[in-house]
Each structure stands twice: as C-alpha cells, then as structure tokens.
C-alpha cells in the first residue's frame, strides 16, 4: 500500500498546484512557492525510499495557472472603471508602448472598463523644433502662445491621439478618440499664471455624459489634454490633472499615472525605499517633510483631489516596467505606489 504525503497543505488551490519554485513570467508573480509533491511506499524502509517530484508544467498548464492566480483581482474589478493616464518613457519606447496597449486590451477583455488620458511632450518638441520654434517651459509648464497652442492641438488631437486610437483598435479592442473639446466633455478655463504661461488652462467644468455610452458598449475612450473654454478658445491643459478630474467625475475605482520612476520613495535618494502603499494623511506629511519634491508634487495633489472626490484609489507606478498595468491592477504585488483615502 502506497500512502500519498503532500509537504503543503491544500489550502489555496491555485498555489498548492503550482509545482515549481522559479516564476519564469514576471507579470503575475506567485503568492507562494510550494514545495514539490511527494509520493512513498509506507511499508518500504526508509533508506529505499525515493522521492519522485511532480512533471514539469507544460505551456498550456502554466498559462491555466496564470489565470487562475488572477481570477480574484478580476472578480474584483469586473464593471470597475479605471482611468489611466499614460506618458513618460512608456510612450517614447515601441516595446513598453506595445505592452500598455495589450494590457488596456486584456483589462478590457476581461471585464474592466479602461478609459486613457495621454499627453504628447516629447512628440510637440519634435515638431516644434522642425518648425523652428522654440520650446519654452517655466516652472515645468510649456510656455503655450497662439503660435504654440496651434502646434499643440494638431500633434495631439491629430497625430498622437489617432496613433493611439489606430494601435488599441489593431490589438482587437474598440477604442474611440476624443479631446476635451468634443461633446464639451472637457471646459477649460485660463490658468491662474496665464499672464507667464499664456493658453495654459486648468479644468473648469467635466461633463461625463459624453463617455458613459462609450463605456457601456465596451469602448475604450482614449483622450487628449486640450480643451476650450467657454468662447472656444483652446487650452493646453497638463494631462495628469484631467485624468484625475475624469476619474473624479465618472466616479472610478482607480486612477494609474504612468511615471518614469518606481513610485513615491521614503528617501529620494534610495530608489529601494519605496512607499508601497500610503494613506491621504501620510502622503501629505511626506510632501511637508520634503520627502516629495519636483515633478512628483503635481502628481501626488492630483492624486489626492481625486481621492478627495470619490475615487477609491490612485497609483502612481512605473510606466518603464513591460506590463506594469497588468502588475498593478491583478496582483497583491502592484508597480509602484498606490494611495488610499
């Protein structure tokens, strides 16, 4: 008689079957290791008795078990709306390009409702410097005269965004391209340094009607950061701030700025000290105690108006990561640092 002994007990199916100890993929890391399953002859003594490890996963198993190592954070966020905004280096790489556009594709398809907000820094820079205009920035701010603002709506209303649009729609999905100013979705008005910055703007007024069916019939809205006002003046507006009053304003669950850095760091100068997950209260006391400085300020105050406004959670993760969307919305783990109300 042969008795079976398991060395971990079958507490969580998908772990328990999980039968080996290095994670060859790193968009869903295991929770837990195991240890192999054994198997021995109870009336063999005990110097004959050999150990036989279970069969290496085949392709087909390990991606079975992806799945279902994922399939509580999709039960979780099924129907859930998630506004992310993308930027930085994961719009300049063609690789990590291809890996936020397959992640919103998977999200969508498997039930979540992603809405994207782009900028287009480096892509204005480009044409700016081909048409012999110089980019002027103050305070971390473009500089935006009538000439500029010109160039500014065409590379990212016409090019960048319509790029996007043609990208999501190729990787199996049904995205619709808008900018702030169709449908009204977005009303900007003048930016309270607009005398220094010129046709900077600030959001005035969301109206979110315009996304609703969109969202309900499965598109994936994707949309740029310039908007008008009411006498139809347009504004450039920073992206990180509208997608933040997007989430606000369809009440989303969860508001991800892709960064060019790994989160929010408890010391600056250690990029292993980072700060996986913090409350309203405690972020705002880094930013007195000059924890968070620079670029980084903007991206936490967003975050934080959203939390204020209703939105459940906001993540500032890192967008050099491939498939750092996937990371943070179906595992524990996450890509950077996410803020809680």
């Not at 340094?193 to 979110?208: H, I, Y």
């Not at 003046?233 to 960064?259: C, F, H, M, R, S």
């Not at 972020?283 to 959203?306: H, L």
Request: hydrophobic share 45%; charged share 20%.
């Amino acid at each position: 008689m042969f008795a079976v002994s398991l060395k971990t007990p079958l507490t969580n199916f998908s772990s328990s079957f999980s039968f080996f100890s290095n994670n060859p993929n790193p968009i869903l890391p295991f929770r837990s290791t195991p240890k192999p399953l054994t198997i021995s002859a109870a009336a063999t003594p005990a110097h004959l008795q050999t150990p036989i490890a279970a069969a290496p996963l085949t392709p087909a198993q390990f991606r079975v078990d992806i799945l279902s190592e994922s399939l509580p954070f999709i039960q979780k966020f099924r129907g859930k709306t998630i506004v992310v905004k993308y930027g930085g280096a994961a719009m300049k790489s063609p690789s990590l390009q291809a890996s936020v556009i397959n992640d919103l594709v998977l999200l969508s398809c498997v039930g979540l409702r992603p809405i994207l907000v782009h900028g287009g820094g480096p892509e204005i820079n480009h044409w700016l410097s081909r048409l012999n205009i110089q980019a002027v920035f103050r305070d971390g701010l473009r500089v935006t005269d009538a000439e500029t603002m010109e160039i500014v709506s065409m590379v990212l209303v016409g090019k960048v965004n319509k790029t996007l649009v043609s990208l999501i729609n190729k990787a199996g999905a049904t995205a619709v391209g808008l900018s702030g100013m169709d449908g009204r979705l977005i009303t900007a008005r003048p930016s309270p340094k607009a005398a220094d910055l010129g046709f900077v703007g600030e959001v005035a007024r969301v109206n979110a009607t315009i996304l609703r069916p969109l969202i309900d019939n499965n598109h994936i809205p994707v949309i740029t950061s310039v908007a008008a006002d009411e006498l139809g003046q347009p504004y450039n507006i920073n992206a990180d701030t509208v997608a933040g009053e997007l989430a606000a304003a369809l009440g989303a669950e969860k508001l991800i700025l892709l960064t060019d850095v790994a989160g929010i760091l408890e010391d600056k100068d250690d990029p292993k000290s980072l700060v996986k997950e913090i409350d309203i209260k405690g972020v705002k006391k880094m930013v007195e105690d000059g924890k968070v400085g620079g670029g980084m300020i903007p991206k936490v105050n967003c975050c934080v108006r959203s939390l204020a406004q209703g939105v459940i959670t906001a993540s500032i993760i890192d967008g050099r990561v491939p498939h750092s969307l996937l990371l943070e919305v179906l595992t524990d783990e996450g890509a950077g640092t996410m803020i809680t109300g």
